[in-house]
RNA sequence: GCCCGGGUGGCGGAAUUGGCAGACGCACUCGGCUUAAACCCGAGGGUCGCAAGACGUGCGGGUUCAAAUCCCGCCCCGGGCACCA
């Protein structure tokens, strides 16, 4: 029975959405729900427009494993809200001259209808918005709770300063010296700024990855590795000349310690200035340092820079053999890394070889090799015999650290040490469209914490304001707002007029979606309990340092203070990658920007998302240019189509129907579901695909539209289908005469007695290569097999009649005869 | 420089982790349906060869009865870190 019916993609988008609405198949609050609970996250977007293509794979891809889980049975919690704050939204803003506020609870708006009829199965009573003041209340009061224990300080440092946004940058915010953001070279200023004690968390950052180990991406935990950047090695004392205290040093190579000829302190360090100072090279200081920072982070991280320095005419005297050691500043050496400070051993390190060969120092080599490094400006690697170093003569370098740092740990000169690369997170922003740092800066009393009843410090209204970036923050200039009683001492006070990095937002949104209304703490423990950590986080791999750093490091904090009973916020991850079109990421300057909404419009929502998740492997770029939503929508119309030529009533017993389609549908749907379970959805969409097609051959040419096994083919590939093509999947359901939803109608049951095969492909090859297959019961024995293998006319003939030296059977699929 | 990935038909990609390389789809060719076209349905193809067959997963070697898969050396592409002592 075929049907003049058209597939007819903009009617059936208009006949389901209304009554998806009605029926919220998605709703996890339920306290009574009996399904057991599973948290799929993904990372929430941020409302710079409507949706683009990036969106539309990402919700895709979080789409198949949420809504699988559901038909797996579970009680899915499938949240969505908006990282609201930020840059973008105060830049736009400005440009517009509108209110922040407004454009960006417009864009929201607009995304959260384009995710509706995008059939996101997001449940709509758990939406949240950064920027709302009923969530900033909590990056406030987690503020004040990190004040208090003292992970959150104010510090005068220098920092990175991004010139154009007028703002200050956090180190990761920095690529390629420039601001992340905008692309403008970043320079160094020296300002007064919050921070959070992230450093005080690099071990267990470190250590708790051994928790996500093969559920995260590898490449995400290596970058994190690297990020943090552990190191091993020891702190020297070293004494210098004419100054009461020692000062340490941090090096990886305290068994080269002979080898060191002089010793270097970062130029713009505190150090510096003091040994600089009464040396009688004043001056000279002086203008290096002012020299040293006008140059750009750029022009700085080029490693082919020459090295520079200024000798401060004293001397550290080396711990192991007494020797003065001429010190230099440099800008070579990082005042925030280690102690600020280093001991130089030219031969055996490259940049301490290539200053002292510029101010003509000597080299002496402690570690044996071949090559001079004197001669050949290259310092020499790690391992080998010791020379040159009194007891350490003959050791190799692990033995030499261990024995230099036991014979200095004696009196106290040395002992074994960590450092990382990590730095603490600074948090202070120059700018308006934030939360404000809860804090009262009182003359008297210093920083106040604002009380928590008098929580959330609102930000004022930016009437009047000039949110121009100008170096300061807008909100310096909102008297009203500003000006208030000190809550210690009732005297003149401000408030801090700084708003905070809008990391700060996302690195604990996944708890407040646990109650987005909720007005006595960010989240109920108990509730947390319930449903964390996250089960499965989806989200781009740009976030691969940054937001997932950040979360971990919350997450840790709140265990902290036991408001979690987990250490690591998200068990499992899964990186989309981008969509591209020719090769290139998309954007309208290149001219090479596809509008999602020209292509839902064009091919359907369910054909965009098949084309989304069957392009390849979701960790993997989409090259738009490579791939057919035409074809997607061809294949939903052959699959819609069997939907009307099922003839049987529903609720037929399939247990009749025809066995052998039932067999292969059983062992598709079964490998559909390894395939979603491991991620590789394009694997499952070309099993559905498969089903498709022996679902058509078996009307067309098989046991016809009413045979049960038909009906029963069919319901599930519209049960599979539903993960990735909710509308079609709704309309066939309800064409083979159910009710909505499709979403609920649970993953079909597989039969392992049909999935077992009946028969089994067996080769047979000679010599390795492939001379015969046989059918053969997958039961069968091996000296059957192997029977009758030999007796097989085709391996007779490719034999000849030499006799198998060796015979390799592997029942039921592989025989290999070695001829002898 | 250091650390991760990856290289399979004309294209996107499969391959139960050592056991039939190329599933599924795109593009293409042929056939059916049609007055015709589109749609739809069916068939085809890794390369070379008329064929038997040989060769074939970046390149070169190795282990193994058997290698896209494991090992060694190299080449190329993508990503991360990078004056971090």
């Known amino acids: 029975m075929s049907d003049a019916v058209e597939y007819d993609v903009e009617a059936i988008q208009n006949r389901w959405l209304p009554v998806w609405d009605e029926i919220a198949p998605f709703r996890s609050g339920d306290p009574d729900d009996p399904r057991p609970p599973k948290y799929v996250l993904d990372m929430f977007p941020y409302p710079s427009g409507d949706l683009h293509m990036g969106h539309a794979e990402a919700y895709a891809l979080g789409d198949v494993i949420a809504r699988y889980w559901v038909q797996q049975g579970f009680n899915v919690m499938h949240p969505i809200g908006w990282d609201a704050f930020g840059l973008p939204a105060e830049n736009a803003a400005i440009r517009r001259g509108v209110n922040p506020k407004t454009w960006t609870y417009e864009n929201i708006a607009q995304q959260r209808e384009s995710m ?12 949240l918005n950064t920027c709302d003041p009923e969530y900033y209340h909590w990056n406030q009061w987690l503020f004040l709770k990190m004040f208090e224990r003292g992970l959150a300080y104010r510090k005068d440092s220098s920092v990175n300063w991004c010139p154009n946004d007028q703002t200050v940058l956090a180190n990761e915010q920095v690529v390629n010296g420039r601001c992340e953001r905008c692309d403008a070279v970043v320079t160094k200023k020296k ?25 995260w991406p590898d490449k995400v935990l290596t970058m994190q590795r690297n990020w943090i950047g552990r190191s091993t090695g020891a702190e020297v004392q070293f004494a210098i000349e004419g100054r009461d205290e020692p000062v340490t040093v941090y090096t990886t190579r305290p068994d080269t310690l002979y080898g060191a000829t002089f010793f270097v302190v970062a130029v713009d360090s505190d150090l510096a200035a ?64 280690g102690t600020g400070a280093i001991m130089a051993v030219p031969a055996h390190d490259q940049r301490d070889l290539d200053f002292a060969r510029t101010f003509d120092i000597p080299v002496r080599v402690v570690v044996e ?46 002992k074994a040490a960590v450092n990382y690369r990590l730095r603490d997170w600074l948090i202070s922003r120059q700018r308006y469209w934030g939360t404000p740092i809860p804090i009262i800066h009182c003359p008297t009393c210093g920083e106040v914490p604002v009380p928590e009843d008098e929580l959330p410090v609102q930000l004022p209204s ?39 990095d809008t990391f700060v937002d996302s690195s604990w949104y996944f708890l407040r979606f646990l109650d987005p209304q909720r007005t006595d703490a960010p989240f109920d423990p108990e509730a947390a309990k319930r449903w964390l950590p ?17 979360a971990r490091f919350f997450t840790k904090v709140l265990h902290d203070m036991g408001m979690v009973d987990f250490t690591e916020p998200f068990s499992s991850l899964l990186n989309q990658g981008m969509v591209v079109m020719d090769g290139s990421a998309m954007s309208k300057s290149r001219g090479n920007l596809v509008r999602l909404s020209d292509e839902l419009a064009e091919h359907g929502v369910d054909a965009v998302r098949l084309t989304m998740v069957f392009a390849g492997p979701p960790e993997d770029d989409i090259d738009w240019a490579d791939v057919s939503p035409s074809a997607s929508v ?32 059983h062992r598709l749907i079964h490998d559909a579901q390894l395939a979603v379970e491991s991620f590789r959805f394009n694997v499952a969409v070309a099993k559905v695909m498969e089903m498709v097609n022996a679902v058509r051959k078996a009307i067309d040419s098989g046991p016809g539209g009413d045979d049960p096994a038909v009906r029963e083919a069919v319901e599930a590939v519209a049960v599979l289908l539903s993960l990735v093509a909710p509308y079609t999947a709704e309309d ?12 609920l109608a649970g993953w079909p049951a597989v039969d392992p007695e049909l999935v077992k095969a009946q028969t089994v492909t067996c080769v047979v090859q000679v010599a390795g290569k492939v001379k015969a297959r046989l059918e053969v019961d997958p039961q069968i024995g091996e000296d059957d097999l192997q029977a009758a293998a030999l007796a097989d006319q085709a391996i007779v003939a490719a034999l000849g009649g030499v006799e198998p030296r060796r015979v390799i059977v592997r029942a039921p699929k592989l025989v290999n005869i070695v001829p002898g």
């Not at 119309?637 to 099922?646: E, I, K, Y």
Request: hydrophobic content about 35%; aromatic content about 8%; charged content about 25%.
């Open 634 to 665: 061809r294949f939903l119309t052959r699959a819609w189509r069997l939907s009307g030529d099922v003839t049987s009533e529903p609720g037929v017993d399939p247990v009749g129907g025809d066995i052998a389609l039932r067999r292969v549908i």
């Open 732 to 743: 066939m359901w309800a064409r083979l005469g159910h009710e909505p939803s499709v979403a």
């Open 369 to 414: 090799s071949d090559e001079d490094p004197s001669v050949t400006g290259v310092a020499t690697g790690d391992d080998g015999p010791h020379v040159n170093s009194g007891p350490l003569d003959g050791l190799n370098t692990p033995d030499a650290v261990a024995r230099v740092i036991e014979m200095l740990a004696e009196d106290g000169r040395a």
């Open 191 to 215: 300002l007064t700024q919050w921070y959070l004690r992230i450093t005080d968390y690099a071990e267990r950052l470190l250590d708790d990855m051994a928790q996500l180990e093969g559920k």
């Open 116 to 127: 509706r009829r995008y059939a996101c199965s997001f449940d709509w009573d758990r939406t």
């Open 534 to 550: 996250v089960d499965q986080y989806v989200g781009g791999v740009t976030h691969a340092i940054l937001h997932l750093l950040y």
């Open 274 to 337: 003091e040994l600089a100072a009464g040396s009688g090279v004043e001056q000279e200081f002086a203008d290096y340092l002012a020299e040293v920072s006008k140059i750009s982070e750029i022009d700085r991280l080029s490693a082919e820079r020459p090295k520079t320095g200024v000798f401060l005419q004293r001397y550290a005297i080396n711990p192991v053999n007494g020797e003065r050691l001429p010190v230099y500043a440099s800008d070579y050496v990082l005042a925030d890394y």
């Open 462 to 500: 930016p009437e009047g304001l000039d949110l121009q970036p100008k170096g300061t923050s807008p909100l310096g200039a909102a008297e009203e707002w500003l000006n208030v009683r000190c809550p210690r001492c009732d005297g003149p006070a401000q408030r801090d007029s700084d708003t905070m």
